[in-house]
Each structure stands twice: as C-alpha cells, then as structure tokens.
C-alpha cells in the first residue's frame, strides 16, 4: 500500500547497517514508496542526473524526496548539497538532511543552503519506525510537492 502520493524516495547514506535499518524501517511502516540507495554525494549526483550507472531514467527514477546524510566519503552530503541547490535542474527537488550530526553550524549551514528540513537519526529502530511515519506523513501525504514532470530534468 502505498501511502499519499507515489514518489520515490532516495536516501543517500554510506552506512550499509544505517541503509538496511532505513529500509527496514520503511517496510515496518508499511510503506510501499519506491526506495533507492546511494552511497555519496558523487553517487547522488549521478543518479539525479542519470549518469553512469544510474542513466536509466526507469532504474533510476526522479526522487521526489532525497533523505540525505552529511558525512560519507568521497563527496559528503553538504557539498552534494550545494551543488543540487545550485542545479536548475535539481533545486527543486526536497533535501531532508538524516544525520547522526547534531551540530549547530551543520543545522545553520544546510538551511542556509536551501536544505528543506534538517532530522537527527534516532538511536533505537523504533525511534527510526518513528521517524519514518511522521517524516513520511508530512512529506508525502500533507505537503504538495511539485509535480513529477516538473521535475524531469
């Protein structure tokens, strides 16, 4: 069952347990959005601009929601951040920052950056279950996000 609006949801975090909690956080929510992984900032990028292996646009749909972490390797979430936000063709898509941080100047730096809302990853699975319900319930039931085609790069 698919709960709102049809969208797809792409976290991008390195942690594989943290991936794996998500995901299982998800389905205990009963959530049947379509999920997707990236492992970066690069990999996020990639994937929102159909690069690489991720030029499938029907592997590798529009997000309509990106749940991003700040610190993974290679390119973390802030820079990934401002170079979504600096895109035209990605701006417009929602940035939830999921971080372990719970830093002052990274709560500051990525609102000044556009981020959409900033949320501290919960400590326990049902804190994560949770998290996922009311994250889901506003971002997918209440607010309007822009229409799909809007957002087709």
């Known amino acids: ?35 997707h992984f990236v492992k970066d900032g690069i990999e996020l990028l ?9 030029a499938d646009p029907e ?5 309509g929601i990106v749940l991003l972490d ?3 390797p290679r390119m973390d979430g802030r820079e990934a951040l401002a170079e979504i936000k600096a ?6 898509i929602p940035i ?6 719970k830093a002052e100047e990274d709560i500051l730096r ?6 959409n809302s900033f949320v501290t990853k919960p400590v326990t699975f049902e804190g994560l279950v949770d998290m996922v319900r009311v994250l889901t319930s506003y971002w997918i039931q209440i607010v309007e996000l822009p229409p799909a085609e809007a957002l087709a790069s």
């Open 59 to 63: 592997s590798s749909p529009r997000p």
């Open 87 to 92: 895109d035209p063709n990605l701006k417009q």
């Open 70 to 72: 700040l610190n993974m």
């Open 110 to 115: 990525t609102y000044d950056m556009g981020v």
């Open 96 to 101: 939830v920052v999921l971080t372990t941080s």
């Open 46 to 54: 990639e994937y929102l601009r159909h690069e690489g292996s991720f």
């Open 1 to 35: 069952m698919t709960l709102g609006k049809p969208i797809t949801i792409l976290v991008a975090d390195d942690d594989p347990d943290d991936r794996m909690l998500i995901e299982d956080a998800f389905l205990e929510s009963k959530l049947s959005n379509r999920l």
